[in-house]
């Protein structure tokens, strides 16, 4: 829905906001316990989004529920930023301050798939995947962008991937 838009707010909240409404919010999604600094919708599942915060974790939302799907925290960090892969509905990519995790939640919903520490007095702040090629580009405190290469990804780009929370359920 175009006419529908996300907010983050400092306390942690999440509001649904629509285009043609501008003096309120339609509704609030509670998870976080800090400042909400990235959302970002699943390019595959259009109900499905993700958020990440200063509270260190990182939240996969569905559209129509108000509480939080699933919840990472991985460490006591945190979180800047997150990104879908444009490849896969289960893939993401999280940016805190030690460090760079691809999580493939096919795989795992526990543990991360791939982890890049970051070089001490370094701090990733972005990520993103590359559109049209096998890359991860990270950002970091010093203003530097590094481009990692990702071999053996999988990808999910067939018409039957289903909906991510129907399989994440089982």
């Excluded at 509001?15 to 043609?20: F, G, I, L, V």
């Excluded at 599942?45 to 569905?62: E, K, T």
């Excluded at 070089?119 to 950002?139: M, S, Y």
């Excluded at 203003?143 to 994440?168: E, K």
Aim: contains cysteine.
């Amino acid at each position: 829905d175009t006419n529908i838009y996300l907010a983050g707010t400092e306390e942690g909240h999440i509001h649904k906001c629509s285009c043609s409404y501008n003096e309120q919010y339609i509704d609030t999604y509670r998870g976080h316990k800090g400042p909400v600094y990235k959302i970002a919708w699943n390019p595959f599942c259009h109900d499905v989004f993700l958020s990440c915060s200063a509270d260190w974790g990182v939240i996969i939302w569905q559209h129509e529920n108000l509480k939080p799907f699933l919840s990472f925290y991985p460490t006591t960090h945190v979180v800047y930023d997150v990104s879908w892969s444009p490849k896969s509905p289960y893939i993401f990519a999280a940016a805190n301050e030690t460090r760079v995790e691809i999580w493939d939640l096919h795989i795992s919903t526990l543990d991360p798939l791939i982890v890049n520490v970051a070089n001490p007095g370094i701090k990733f702040t972005t990520v993103l995947f590359a559109k049209q090629t096998d890359c991860l580009l990270v950002g970091d405190s010093d203003g530097q962008v590094a481009v990692y290469a990702l071999r053996n990804m999988p990808t999910t780009l067939d018409s039957n991937r289903g909906d991510i929370i129907d399989t994440l359920l089982g």
